[in-house]
């Protein structure tokens, strides 16, 4: 697996790993997905950066933050956004 710091030296290369992982359940392309993809979206972002999965426990606690205005779809942006937030706390562990 790769160091999470080495991954944010490029972010636009994340941006695009979110992108492609957001782009296999947003089909009909209207920018949003139901929040219950967020496992799968994780999974598939875990699996292109090549860095480990999050566990049900973590899981769940971003189902909690990710939805701020509460109606059960997920963005692009908050999905990029909670990506960044969580490779930046794995990184920070990383040192």
């Known amino acids: 697996m790769c ?3 080495d991954l944010l030296k ?23 997905a139901e929040q ?16 480990d999965p999050p566990t049900e426990t973590e899981v769940l606690m971003m189902m909690e933050k990710i939805d701020p205005n509460m109606d059960g779809q997920i963005t692009f942006d908050t999905f990029s956004g909670l990506i960044f937030e969580i490779l930046n706390s794995i990184a920070s562990k990383e040192l």
């Open 3 to 5: 160091r999470i710091t």
């Open 36 to 51: 219950s993809y967020l496992p799968r979206l994780l999974m598939n972002v875990s699996t292109q950066a090549q860095i």
């Open 10 to 32: 490029n972010p636009d290369h994340v941006k695009e790993i979110c992108k492609a992982a957001f782009d296999e359940i947003d089909t009909d392309k209207l920018g949003r």
